[in-house]
């Protein structure tokens, strides 16, 4: 990816020569060469390099894993570690950074570039696709109705803070329990609570959108009438299906429309029990 702006640490000045004078023919723009962990931290504050082509073993008492670390922390920009040896208790330390790759040294000019090109493509993808989902989070969020992703076993992977509020629960407190133990539902005329409303839907593993409409019970014990939609989506092949939930707070159509509508005209979207 020719243009990428690189920051090279290297404490030793024939290496570090060598590998400026490697990337800048493969047309990679090098911020600055610099040979300590504190000179590192200060030259990617001031340049923001797209990436950090690290050495592990720095001389002084900052080697390089400590500083990608506070590089990383500090400013989000990835590294590559350069290493001719390391310990094993160095290359635990160095996973925990999360570093893009690793070149072993001493340095083949084929092995730079691919693990350079690689890495910042694993890279920007990956920032894009954690862009992507700060949007689809805050839109979610600004929606009205409740909307929440369970697994095919019913828990809790997300809910935003409609469905937070409809439900009287906190926005953290959810993740990873079953949804009925989240949710009661009651049918909309008998306001009998229906036991297991969520798995005795999902346990039949449907192929389209469950509707209808029914009384949530929350946790503050307040009935709310919501109209819900159950819709399975698959996240990658091999794997049970998850399911979106949407439930939008029915009271203020209900009271329009008052009486309820008619049992026969709901039919099977009408809910007493999801599967009769």
């Not at 040979?35 to 200060?42: E, H, L, N, V, Y």
């Not at 000019?109 to 805050?138: C, G, N, T």
């Not at 828990?155 to 009925?180: F, H, R, S, T």
């Not at 009271?255 to 509508?261: G, Q």
Request: glycine share 6%; proline share 6%.
């Amino acid at each position: 990816m020719p243009g990428e702006r690189i920051l090279i640490v290297e404490d030793e000045r024939i290496v570090a020569e060598e590998i400026r004078v490697m990337l800048s023919a493969m047309d990679f723009e090098i911020t600055g060469v610099v040979s300590t962990g504190p000179d590192a931290i200060r030259e990617a504050s001031e340049t923001l390099p797209d990436l950090v082509l690290m050495d592990i073993r720095l001389k002084g008492d900052m080697d390089g894993v400590e500083a990608a670390g506070i590089i990383a922390e500090r400013s989000g920009i990835p590294a590559i570690y350069l290493t001719a040896y390391a310990d094993d208790a160095t290359v635990q330390r160095a996973r925990l950074t999360r570093p893009l790759g690793y070149i072993v040294k001493p340095l083949e000019r084929s092995q730079v570039k691919a693990v350079i090109e690689v890495a910042l493509y694993r890279y920007r993808r990956e920032k894009m696709l954690a862009e992507s989902e700060r949007w689809l989070s805050a839109t979610l969020q600004a929606i009205d109705n409740g909307i929440i992703a369970i697994n095919d076993r019913g828990e809790i992977n997300y809910m935003n803070a409609a469905a937070c509020m409809l439900m009287g629960v906190p926005l953290p407190g959810a993740n990873g329990k079953q949804i009925d133990e989240i949710i009661s539902i009651a049918d909309i005329y008998r306001r009998e609570i229906v036991p297991d409303f969520f798995r005795k839907i999902i346990s039949v593993k449907p192929s389209r959108s469950n509707k209808g409409i029914a009384v949530l019970v929350s946790k503050d014990g307040y009935e709310i009438p919501v109209d819900y939609v159950i819709s399975p989506f698959r996240e990658e092949i091999g794997q049970g299906p998850g399911f979106i939930v949407i439930l939008h707070d029915a009271s203020r159509r209900l009271k329009i429309e008052d009486p309820l509508p008619d049992r026969e005209e709901m039919g099977e979207d009408l809910v007493t029990d999801p599967l009769s």
